[in-house]
């Protein structure tokens, strides 16, 4: 089998020569994958004929501003330190959207998710809409001339949404993520109109130059009205989810799977007895936790539960998982973070007191009885959220705004 360095040369070799002459480096193909896979049993971040993605697009990996390509990335003993960005490049420009708003959304969110809707119809967009949003917008929306069609679920092939546009807060794309649990989700523009808002970097009612709905359209997404040509590439967060898998321990049975946003959550539900679960790492075992309840959690679920349970905040670039104990019942039991490598696994002890429960973002929980198994790994689908400033920028700025981070009375100069 040829070495790494082998296969290498004449892509090195390119990239030389074009660097030499001055010339931008070759065009990069669709992403085949997106994290290394070498030292991990389970499937990594893989893209292409094991995953597909859409017809209409696909992810590239570019350099950040500044910084010299690295095509060298898995030569042995040679780690690529420079920064990267991922990009959606479009193959065609898009033609369905999918509006998505909250279900107790007031008149005021109401109008706002029409106008989201109007300034994609006209750009050209056929409109889909889930519910409730299609029941109370669709007549308002026709009375514009604008015809919505009622989506229902991923497996609609005919139907299947280019990107997403989520007006409301946090909670609409935890939801939107629960609607693509098979396939992956498009990429997706959440526009901030809920309590929080902490991961939609868009305001709808930011009325600044560089604010509001058309201008998101047209500045971050690029799309500009009867355009025959695909739209320029969209900078993205390709946000990790955890593939959660629970099986019997009597059968081996799949009982349930999630693909989770935020986090899996294992606890003791109801119960007066705490939890007494087995933890493991790629079959090593790690430790008894009893306690209320662990936390593992995607760098975007760091900001949630798992922050307030003492979990550390972890940038939204980085591939990791981390594990966070809830009130457990010793003090040396201290948060850890796992690559995205690493295959956790739960059992519920065969001794424990009582039964446990998984919950997963918050939104469905599946029992685990005596002799249960939780297995988290990273999911093979990513969603992709749209950047307004960058990856960093936009976290910083959400930690800032909704979370005053590290916000205190300057120290005085001595005199």
């Avoid at 396939?183 to 997706?188: K, S």
């Avoid at 935020?262 to 539900?269: H, M, Q």
Wanted: glycine share 8%; aromatic share 8%; with cysteine.
């Amino acid at each position: 089998m040829a070495s790494s360095r082998g296969r290498r040369a004449p892509q090195l070799a390119a990239l030389c020569l074009h660097l030499a002459l001055g010339l931008a480096p070759p065009p990069r193909r669709c992403l085949t994958k997106l994290s290394s896979t070498q030292s991990s049993s389970t499937p990594g971040w893989t893209y292409g004929k094991e995953a597909p993605t859409s017809d209409a697009w696909c992810f590239v990996r570019t350099m950040g501003e500044g910084r010299e390509p690295c095509d060298v990335a898995d030569e042995t003993y040679l780690r690529c330190t420079a920064a990267a960005t991922y990009k959606v490049t479009w193959s065609r420009p898009p033609r369905r959207a999918l509006v998505l708003a909250k279900k107790s959304m007031d008149d005021a969110e109401l109008r706002v998710a029409s106008e989201v809707a109007r300034v994609i119809a006209g750009l050209g967009i056929d409109i889909l809409l889930a519910e409730p949003l299609y029941s109370r917008a669709r007549a308002r929306l026709a009375d514009r001339g604008i015809a919505a069609a009622l989506w229902e679920s991923e497996d609609d092939g005919d139907r299947r949404p280019d990107f997403l546009a989520t007006i409301g807060g946090d909670g609409l794309l935890l939801y939107a993520n629960a609607l693509f649990q098979r396939t992956a989700p498009p990429p997706v523009i959440a526009f901030s109109a809920g309590s929080l808002g902490f991961l939609a970097p868009f305001d709808a009612y930011d009325e600044s130059a560089d604010g509001g709905v058309e201008n998101a359209m047209g500045l971050a997404a690029g799309l500009e009205r009867g355009a025959s040509r695909p739209p320029p590439p969209w900078p993205v967060s390709l946000r990790m989810r955890l593939r959660c898998t629970v099986f019997d321990g009597g059968s081996g049975d799949v009982l349930a799977r999630h693909e989770a946003l935020n986090e899996v959550v294992v606890n003791r539900g109801d119960s007066e007895f705490l939890s007494a679960v087995e933890c493991f790492c790629n079959d090593e075992h790690l430790t008894t936790a009893q306690a209320d309840g662990i936390i593992v959690a995607t760098p975007t679920g760091s900001t949630a539960y798992s922050l307030s349970a003492g979990g550390p905040m972890v940038h939204p670039s980085a591939n990791a998982m981390v594990f966070t104990p809830v009130c457990p019942h010793s003090l040396s039991f201290r948060p850890m973070v796992f690559p995205d490598s690493a295959e956790l696994k739960f059992v519920v002890d065969g001794d424990a007191r009582a039964d446990a429960w998984a919950t997963f973002d918050g939104r469905n929980r599946v029992k685990l009885k005596r002799g249960d198994e939780l297995v988290v790994t990273p999911s093979p689908y990513p969603l992709p959220t749209v950047l307004r400033l960058g990856n960093t920028a936009d976290w910083f700025g959400g930690l800032r705004t909704h979370f005053n981070f590290n916000v205190r009375v300057r120290q005085k100069p001595l005199s």
